[in-house]
Each structure stands twice: as C-alpha cells, then as structure tokens.
C-alpha cells in the first residue's frame, strides 16, 4: 500500500515528500516531535501528547503553527489516508526554512510534517511475554530532554550500543551513577523492598506521557510508588525492571548488562501495569 505523508499542508506520497535543505530541523535540530499510539484508527493519551507539545514548542520559542482543532484535523487524516488501524503517528514541527544563520529567522513559518505508519502488535506482545534485554549506557545529553526535541544522536548512538549488543533498550545513567531514563523510553524498577521506583521529573529527563498515564493507574491500583532516583547498582538487583513510551506501552527488561533481573522472566507489576495500561489506552483513545 502506497504511504501518504503531510508536509506543510500538502499531503505527498512517501517516498517524494522532501523538506528543504535549510530546513532549521535539518542543520540545527531546531525542532520538536511528538508520537502516539493509534488503536483502531484512534489515537492514545491524545491530550497528554498534545499540551507536552505545545510545551516544547513554547519553551524554544516556535510559533504554534495552527489550532489544536486543525492539528486534530490533520493528524487523524493522514492516519486514515495511510489506513493505520494499529499503529504511530508522528509529528515534527521545526522553526522553519531560513538561511543558515545560528540566530533565530524572523518571519519565517515553521515546518510541519506528519507521518503515519502501520505496526504489528503481535510482536510487541511476544517480546512482553518473554521479557527484553537492556544495556546500560552513559547519558550524553544536553540540559534540557523535558523539551522532545529532534536533537536525538546520543539517545540514537546509545540505542544502536544497545542493538549492537543484541538489547532492546539502552538504560541511560549520569554521572553520579543514577539511572535517568531509556534512550527513547521512561525506566522503572521494583526494588529490592518491592517499591515502585522511577526518576523524578527534576531530573533532566522527558516527562512521559506513558509513565504519566502509569503514575494514575499506578495510584488507582495502590501500589507503593516513590520517584526518587536510583542506581544502575540497584537496577541489577532488583525484582523487576521495565520501560514505558508510547509505542512499547510498558515493557519488561529480564537482563541488563548480562546480569538477569529477578527470575529473568516479566514481573507480576509489569505485566498489570501493561494490561491496565493498553486497557485504559484503547478504551480512551479518540
Ligand atoms: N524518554 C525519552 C528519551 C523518549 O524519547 C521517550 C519517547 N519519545 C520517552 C521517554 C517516553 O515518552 P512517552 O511515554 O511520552 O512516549
């Protein structure tokens, strides 16, 4: 089936859809994204991925380039037009076209594009089911990864470390040792005490809409949380280890660096807050 792509307003096929060569997005990383999960054509934790957005847009001072009705509008018509019943749509909003100058453009409209893509679900369940490997990996990052900037090659160079060791996960930690977050996901651990434990969002990590999503059910269903960080140490030692993002939903790690976690199969709090999670996720998509 031929892709359909959404670039400044003109919907293109796939493979022609360009953007120009002095494109911000291009040669500054001057840009921001988002991804949802679409179930059944619908998309996931819409508000949640849409205000985050708006956030990133405004913290690096790019105009919000249209309504959130007509950003609606567009999003849900390049799902259809690439008939995605289960999949991702992504967005990527740049300051724009300019000539190359570090300093801001005036004047100038952002670029907007939009793509959609199919993904089959069955192989995210198989890989939950038996559990992923994660590698540990140091976080290269700049100060500011609660803005979802395009700026994404050290979470890139860590996520192919991972590939490179057969991992599905590169768990990113600082200087001090701590675990911040996944090279494209939020990690979580059961500790040794059986507390629920991820970082806080004072750190410099982005803040999931998935783990934001986890944290209410994580409440509803009355499981001892604390967001306090937590060491690659003790991420090797505890019972259970899991990632969430919006397009992995939340996925158990049996192993990392080799050292198997718990019993090296999904742990029981994993496995809910997955089943909970993609329970509330379907039923509340729009
Ligand atoms: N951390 C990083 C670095 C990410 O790239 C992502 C996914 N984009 C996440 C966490 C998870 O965020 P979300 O749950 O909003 O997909």
Redesign the pocket.
Known sequence: MSRVAYVNGIYQPHGQAVVHIEDRGFQFADGVYE?WSVFDGKLADYQG?LSRLARSLTELRIDIPMSAEALGIVLRETIRRNRVRNGIVYIQITRGTAPRDHAFPKDVAPSVIITAKSIDLKKGEALAAKGAAGVTHPDMRWGR?DI?TVGLLP?ALAKQAARERGAYEAILFDEMGMVT??????AWIIDENGKLRTRDTQAN??R????AAILKLVEAEGIELEERAFSVEEAKRAREVFV???SSFVMPITSLDGTRIGDGKPGPVATRLREIYLEQARRDAV
Request: with cysteine; net charge positive.
């Open positions: 991804v991925h990864c979802k979470n977050e996944g090279s494209s996901t939020n990590i982005l999931g809409i998935t783990r969430t993002a919006a």
